[in-house]
């Protein structure tokens, strides 16, 4: 396309300066709540084959989930007769375990066990039913405060993938805002969700971290997690007493030792 052209030269006479263009409404919150570098929302889950944009943070996902397991949108979307016979099987399987161990099933004492370890289960594991953008709601506010934001002593409690035997303890959760703060309920909700699935402390740690990041793009995202493992002192080595510390640093809390170490004695006191 030449320039002296009389079509060309109206096309640009009459062109608007890219200042004065109409900007799109941003769509912040869609699927898992968070926005990928591409600007493009994750969707809600749907049965129908989607091309998704690869993000570069390794939470958002097409489910909305943060890190899905290979059957979580089953469970997710599963409706309440799918629930019934999922809890159904899962009974059968405890009372085939039970027989396994050397025990009667049918005795008084572990008639309902089956029924009651099903239920218990998949409420200890209902983080694969949950959420983020659910979790988190539109409790993300404009706020101009730049110093440390820190919820320590939450209780946590979940489940060791390797031995299904229950890890507790407690973790701290700060961050440095960067125009938006956090609800601050909602640390603990997000430390809850990935909670509440089979784990390992150092990912769990680690998801908590990246999940408060992409929900609000902070300066930095310090966590540190200290927990009692069952698996510790029930079985195997037996050392009751034992404490795992694991932490997760990004951003600031990870480039800048002052900011690492107010961090650090703030969750001493």
Known sequence: MSLDDPASQHRLSTARPRSQRPLATPRIREGLGFRPPSGISTPQYSSKAVAVVKPASPLPDANG????AKSTHLRLNASDEERAEREKKLSGAVRTMLE??????????????????????????????ER???????????????????VRDIDISSLCE????????????????NKLVLGLSKLARIAEVFSRRLQVQERLTKQVAIAVQEAIHPRGVAVVMEATHMCMTMRGVQKPGAVTVTSCM???FRTQQKTREEFLTLIKR
């Open 65 to 68: 989930l943060g890190w899905p």
């Open 100 to 129: 396994c161990i050397g025990e009667d099933p049918d005795r008084e004492g572990l008639l309902k066990t089956p029924d009651r370890y099903a239920k218990a289960l998949l409420w200890m594991t209902r983080g694969y039913e």
């Open 132 to 150: 983020l953008a659910d979790i988190i709601n539109d409790a993300v506010f404009e706020e101009d405060h730049d110093e440390m934001v820190l």
């Open 162 to 177: 390797h031995h299904l035997v229950p890890f507790t303890g407690k973790i701290a959760i700060a961050y440095i805002p």
């Open 250 to 252: 990004l951003g600031c």
